[in-house]
């Protein structure tokens, strides 16, 4: 960082000619990766035969780590370590030039250290898989619009569940701590940049490359498991489970990378005077989030591992007939899969609880009240994971436990409830978009966690388990909560991303056409699932003909809303109307500095004297 | 939900309280949420009576019995969050510049408190309720587990085998007599499978190798469905048949008719 800050007053025209690193772009980076991937394949196909299941297998692994890695180096993701390595460290114009600096719009195409660089890079990731995802879903409700339908497969019907899921939880966990965390987190704690620029950079470009490697799954026969993978149908998969394995490595090692890297970030580089009780409380919840991710995660890359060794070399950790179990699969998914919903949740929440003092002018109501429900949520969230196998038959006599650990999840919920009703109370809410937000969270929120109140009630959970009514349960949460408070904070932030305010009637529009469709989808599937419809059924009897018509009609609502909400976010980038420096007041400090945002963020570091929710009339 | 006390007089609490709920927005705010109570209340004791199918055993029963319940333990809190949000929803600002701030309101230490032990004794509430649920069921199951009628489910990809090892019969389809509890003895040839016999509320997962077990009484005549609550492959949605309740008579004349014998 320091050779950064030198340059601050001068900026000199960066001219390191002679380097690589003026030559590599993701152009050179897929060149790489491909010819990697190739070369791979053609080599190992020579010695292995890829008619037998468990080589094939290797030899697809193999192809699909090899792209990976082959892009990285051809991103020029190991320039610095190598130059490093031997002897001849990164020059001061090579870093800034790595930073992006003064290169326009192409910085996004390469391996930028640039923390908003890379923020944006991770906006349009997001945007991109959740418009891929959302399609699938769009599919999925037009084939259940009616029963007997043959509008796809089931074989394709049972890829679209299993892709539409992975697909969605990938953009989930990043959707508010990859564009925000990266983009507007640092700023907001007066850093100059994150704790470590090039493992930012390296985190993008990694997750980057497990998307080509998830889309190959279509081209390979699907995924037949359902996001949950679960063994021994897994192992019973064709060559396109390879692809979703290969993925949550990938995407395992992106997250550890970001994880470590946001939370190093927030413990180290805050401002002079931001104490921990003077940190904004988005700040707060991506940490946390991303500090719940650094343990949640390696148990699933381990599954994934298992699951690939069980493929590709017939080891037999979860086949019954050599002595494995599918339970021991289940476990280590739900280890990870029950922190990761919270993982999801928790930068959801902690946007809406930036967005409500600002728009309602008053403090947040008991910060403490707030750091111990998400403390609280993070604590339980990592005890209650056999929730999920209530009915798996594992042991039945540790339901009650985990039943316990599940409801008094329901007592730190309740707090981030309070925090954000006593914030509204007696308070006159302006109702921008992002407010507006607020209210479709709180709604969704409440409905979310009744609802599971249900599902974690063990025999209330034996006629629930596996139906459409946990679907529109882990929607409720996942989408209506999570996904609301991240849509919440693009209006929010998306003056300082672009410089440009946010199409204001087409957000409204979009809002209200995505909130009332989504009651209508959901209401439609609680009652379908009720009626004791399984979930992931490509065809459904007669008698649930009316639930799921209805929820198709919300699913259209929904899909057609959000599609004016890309075309808002598109044709604002270049054509909204110009944001003031701070469109909304805020007292944050990402909206002291100016559009666009300087390379090292503050011309000088700036000094913290207080939190940031300094509103109200009469500080007592 | 009392805060921002602007009274320098030191009344009494009481008088503080009445005080209070004079105040316009929290006489809207209680209407919002005493209405929203009620509507939950109402719906609580509707949706899932009206949706859910027809009940066909003593854990359908118990399980109808305890969404209902849950609704009702609810209900005072949606109307808390509903009533609160909704009467601010009402009293917005607009205009293009942001409103003129509320009044500096950093926290209340006995709200706090106060909606910390309300929550938490509602998740008790639920807690002790579900506990019991879940014992008098298994306990119930104990005290028949001598007469039960033994079933072997084998989940097959993507069909149902069901075989009655007392009475030597075989079947596809799940034949049961009325009133006399049941015991399923659940296993799987190839991946998971979840074995829901849906209008008698129980289910539990199909694996290979292992056997896992459920038990209840069926209480009512008629068919119902069985059906595949994990996902098993390409026609999972298809791997469903019929059972039915019968009475004791009808049930041996199945029997034999399928060539077995009866006890």
């Not at chain 1, 991103?75 to 870093?95: V, Y």
């Not at chain 1, 909560?481 to 529009?509: F, N």
């Not at chain 2, 639920?126 to 649920?133: D, F, H, M, Q, S």
Request: hydrophobic letters at 50%.
């Amino acid at each position: 960082m320091t050779t950064l800050d030198q340059h601050v007053g001068t900026r000199p025209i960066p001219n390191p000619k002679n380097s690589l690193i003026t030559r590599l772009n993701a152009g050179t980076g897929l060149i790489v990766g491909i010819i990697f991937a190739i070369a791979t394949y053609q080599g190992l196909a020579k010695v292995l035969d890829t008619s037998v299941y468990h080589l094939h297998n290797q030899v697809l692994l193999a192809t699909m780590f090899m792209w990976s890695i082959g892009f990285l180096v051809g991103i020029g993701a190991f320039i610095g370590p190598i130059r490093w390595l031997i002897g001849k460290d990164l020059t001061a114009e090579e870093q800034l030039y790595m930073a992006g600096d003064g290169q326009g719009i192409k910085r996004y195409f390469k391996y930028c250290t640039d923390h908003k660089v890379v923020g944006i890079q991770y906006l349009w990731g997001v945007i991109a898989m959740l418009a891929v995802g959302g399609a699938m879903a769009m599919m999925i409700r037009t084939d259940l619009a009616n029963p007997g339908g043959h509008f796809i497969t089931p074989s394709v019907y049972n890829s679209l569940v299993g892709l539409h899921g992975i697909t969605m939880i990938v953009a989930l966990i990043i959707v508010a701590t990859g564009p925000f965390g990266n983009f507007i987190m640092p700023i907001m704690i007066g850093a100059a940049d994150m704790a470590f620029p090039r493992l930012n950079a390296l985190s993008w470009w990694v997750l980057f490359t497990a998307i080509p490697v998830l889309c190959s799954a279509w081209f390979l026969g699907g995924i037949p498991t359902g996001w949950t993978a679960y063994a021994p149908l897994s192992i019973q998969a064709g060559p396109g489970m390879n692809a979703f394995i290969a993925t949550i490595i990938i995407f395992a090692v992106s997250t550890a990378i970001a994880g470590a890297n946001i939370t190093a970030t927030v413990v180290t580089m805050r401002a002079k005077g931001m104490t921990w009780n003077r940190v904004p409380i988005f700040v707060i919840g991506a940490t946390v989030s991303v500090a719940l991710a650094i343990p949640a995660f390696p148990t699933f890359m381990l599954s994934m591992i298992m699951t690939a060794m069980d493929r590709s070399f017939l080891t037999g950790f979860f086949d019954a007939n050599v002595g494995g179990t599918g339970w021991l699969y289940a476990h280590l998914f739900w280890i990870m899969g029950h922190p990761e919903v919270y993982v999801i949740l928790i930068p959801g929440v902690a946007i809406i609880m930036e967005v409500v003092p600002v728009f309602v002018r008053k403090p947040l109501f008991s910060y403490t009240a707030a750091i111990v429900g998400f403390a609280g949520i993070t604590g339980l969230s990592i005890l209650v994971w056999a929730h999920h196998m209530y009915i798996s038959g594992w042991m039945p006599m540790l339901n009650g436990p985990f039943m316990v650990t599940t409801e008094m999840i329901s007592v730190p919920t309740g707090l981030i409830f309070l925090v954000i009703l006593g914030t509204l109370w007696n308070g006159k809410p302006w109702l921008k978009v992002p407010m507006l937000g607020v209210y479709a969270f709180l709604w969704n929120m409440l409905v979310g966690g009744i609802t599971g109140l249900y599902l974690s009630d063990v025999p209330a959970d034996m006629y629930l388990h596996g139906s459409m009514y946990v679907t529109a349960h882990f929607h409720y949460t996942l989408m209506g909560a999570a996904l609301t408070g991240a849509v919440a904070g693009l209006s929010y932030w998306y003056p300082k991303m672009t410089g440009h305010m946010l199409h204001e009637r087409a957000s409204y529009i979009s809002f209200w056409l995505v909130q009332i469709g989504f009651q209508i989808l959901y209401l439609g599937m609680f009652i379908a699932g009720a009626e004791g419809q399984p979930r992931r059924v490509v065809d459904y009897a007669e008698q649930f003909a009316t639930s799921n018509m209805v929820s198709t009609i919300g699913a259209y609502a929904i899909g057609i809303g959000f599609i004016i909400l890309l075309w808002a976010v598109i044709h604002s980038w270049r054509h909204g109307k110009i944001a003031p420096m701070n469109p909304w007041g805020a007292k944050t400090l990402e909206w002291t500095v100016p559009y666009p945002v300087p390379l090292v963020n503050f011309d000088t570091p700036p000094v913290v004297t207080s939190d940031p929710y300094g509103y109200g009339r009469s500080a007592k | 939900m009392s805060e921002h006390d602007n009274v320098d007089l030191k009344p009494t609490p009481g008088a503080r309280l009445t005080k209070f709920f004079k105040r316009s927005d929290v006489i809207q705010s209680t209407i919002f949420g005493v209405i929203i109570t009620l509507v939950f209340v109402i719906l609580g004791g509707k949706f899932y009576t009206q949706w859910m199918p027809t009940i066909m055993s003593t854990d359908m029963k118990a399980i109808e019995r305890l969404m209902v319940v849950f609704t009702w333990i609810a209900a005072p809190v949606c109307g808390v969050v509903l009533g609160i949000a909704l009467y601010t929803f009402l009293n917005r600002h607009s205009g293009d510049t942001p409103p003129p701030d509320g009044p500096a309101t950093r926290t209340n230490g006995p709200v706090v408190l106060g909606w910390s032990v309300v929550t938490s004794l509602l998740a008790l509430v639920a807690v002790i309720y579900g506990i019991t649920e879940m014992n008098s069921s298994s306990i119930a199951t104990a005290k028949h587990a001598e007469d039960a009628m033994v079933v072997n489910v084998v989940g097959n990809q993507w069909v149902w085998s069901f075989e009655y090892p007392e009475l030597g019969v075989q079947s596809h389809e799940l034949m049961l007599p009325v009133n006399r509890p049941v015991a399923f003895h659940v296993t799987s040839v190839d991946v998971n499978h979840s074995f829901w016999p849906v209008q008698l509320g129980v289910k539990v997962d199909a694996n290979k190798l292992a056997e896992t077990l459920a038990d209840t009484t069926p209480t009512k005549l008629g068919e119902f469905d069985v059906k595949c609550a994990e996902l098993c492959g390409l026609y999972h949605a298809y791997m469903e048949t019929t059972g039915e309740v019968m009475t004791k008579a009808d049930f041996d004349n199945w029997v034999i008719e399928q060539g077995g014998h009866t006890a």
